[in-house]
């Protein structure tokens, strides 16, 4: 599938250039490779090892809008997979949900991932929920772990603001996130930063970490009442973020494909453009492939 504007046809394709030259000038020859899927589902993979994230693998129209959010009279997801739901799965090694929500974790995926599967999740809380749901191979991501030769670490976030949580109804429906960075030798270290709004816990990683690639979730969700207000980054939080990493390349995911989303590819692409940031910022097709 392509992005049908001229700005994210041009947008996509300064970002293979991009890939292309950090592919030619890296230090490392195993294969680095992010695809996205759909939504806020993706797959990355060093080398030998497959990650498959925050699968939501339901059919279109599959579930109700998310009650109390921007469009919720729309059943989601709003569009189809790219591909089979089998063949996503196909190939993982690992599976991390960062979080419990249904466009994070759904049904589709509970039925259809091998029940023994290594799962690794935030807390305690959601491994039980894992757990309760037939799942063997659930493991709490602590500061950090090692599979298959990768390094996790465990990353802190927000899911909206001080504002949101300082509603209770809000605090527990929003509940805990975290992101993950990826690291292994001869690899560009990779920040999926998660549902969480622009924060202290973000810029700490940045510092720490200092990725490579950094996959944003960029939608720009938002709950009635709270207009203006979203529950995960948005256009201007990709120049925020680049502008606090500025040599790493950008890959925005998590639009037109949940009711609540308020920002589409087109929308950050075409920001992206008017910023001149389209050098440092991929916005991939459901079911794109970027190598690096």
Same mark, same amino acid.
């Given at each position: 599938?392509?992005?049908?504007?001229?700005?994210?046809?041009?947008?996509?394709?300064?970002?293979?250039?991009?890939?292309?030259?950090?592919?030619?000038?890296?230090?490392?020859?195993?294969?680095?490779?992010?695809?996205?899927?759909?939504?806020?589902?993706?797959?990355?993979?060093?080398?030998?090892?497959?990650? !498959?994230?925050?699968?939501?693998? =339901? &059919?279109?129209? $599959?579930?109700?809008?998310?009650?109390? +959010?921007?469009?919720?009279? @729309?059943?989601?997801?709003?569009?189809?997979?790219?591909?089979?739901?089998?063949?996503?799965?196909?190939?993982?090694?690992?599976?991390?949900?960062?979080?419990?929500?249904?466009?994070?974790?759904?049904?589709?995926?509970?039925?259809?991932?091998?029940?023994?599967?290594? !799962?690794?999740?935030?807390?305690? =809380? &959601?491994?039980? $929920?894992?757990?309760?749901?037939?799942? +063997?191979?659930?493991?709490? @991501?602590?500061?950090?772990?090692?599979?298959?030769?990768?390094?996790?670490?465990?990353?802190?976030?927000?899911?909206?603001?001080?504002?949101?949580?300082?509603?209770?109804?809000?605090?527990?429906?929003?509940?805990?996130?975290?992101?993950?960075?990826?690291?292994?030798?001869?690899?560009?270290?990779?920040?999926?930063?998660?549902? $969480?709004?622009?924060?202290?816990?973000?810029?700490?990683?940045?510092?720490?970490?200092?990725?490579?690639?950094?996959?944003?979730?960029?939608?720009?969700?938002?709950?009635?009442?709270?207009?203006?207000?979203?529950?995960?980054?948005?256009?201007?939080?990709?120049?925020?973020?680049?502008?606090?990493?500025?040599?790493?390349?950008?890959?925005?995911?998590?639009?037109?494909?949940?009711?609540?989303?308020?920002?589409?590819?087109?929308?950050?692409?075409?920001?992206?453009?008017?910023?001149?940031?389209?050098?440092?910022?991929?916005?991939?097709?459901?079911?794109?492939?970027?190598?690096?």
């Amino acid at each position: 599938m392509l992005i049908k504007t001229i700005a994210s046809t041009l947008l996509l394709a300064s970002a293979a250039f991009v890939g292309s030259a950090f592919a030619e000038s890296g230090s490392g020859t195993l294969t680095q490779e992010i695809q996205h899927i759909r939504n806020a589902t993706i797959k990355v993979t060093y080398g030998e090892t497959t990650f !498959l994230i925050d699968p939501m693998l =339901a &059919d279109k129209g $599959t579930y109700p809008g998310f009650e109390n +959010t921007y469009r919720s009279e @729309l059943r989601n997801p709003l569009v189809e997979l790219p591909m089979a739901a089998e063949d996503v799965i196909e190939g993982t090694d690992a599976v991390i949900v960062t979080h419990t929500h249904l466009d994070h974790w759904d049904d589709a995926a509970q039925k259809l991932l091998p029940k023994d599967i290594p !799962l690794f999740v935030q807390n305690a =809380a &959601d491994a039980e $929920t894992l757990g309760s749901q037939g799942f +063997t191979n659930v493991r709490i @991501l602590g500061d950090s772990a090692e599979f298959g030769g990768v390094t996790l670490h465990k990353t802190g976030g927000q899911h909206g603001s001080d504002n949101l949580y300082a509603v209770p109804e809000l605090a527990k429906s929003l509940g805990e996130v975290m992101g993950v960075v990826f690291e292994a030798e001869g690899q560009r270290t990779t920040y999926v930063v998660g549902d $969480t709004v622009w924060r202290d816990e973000v810029m700490q990683s940045l510092d720490r970490y200092r990725p490579d690639v950094i996959v944003l979730n960029t939608g720009a969700a938002e709950v009635n009442g709270f207009e203006g207000d979203p529950i995960i980054m948005g256009k201007e939080d990709t120049l925020r973020v680049h502008r606090a990493a500025p040599e790493a390349t950008i890959v925005a995911v998590h639009m037109d494909a949940v009711n609540h989303m308020t920002l589409s590819r087109e929308g950050l692409a075409d920001f992206v453009q008017s910023a001149g940031i389209e050098e440092h910022v991929l916005i991939p097709a459901d079911g794109e492939i970027i190598s690096f």
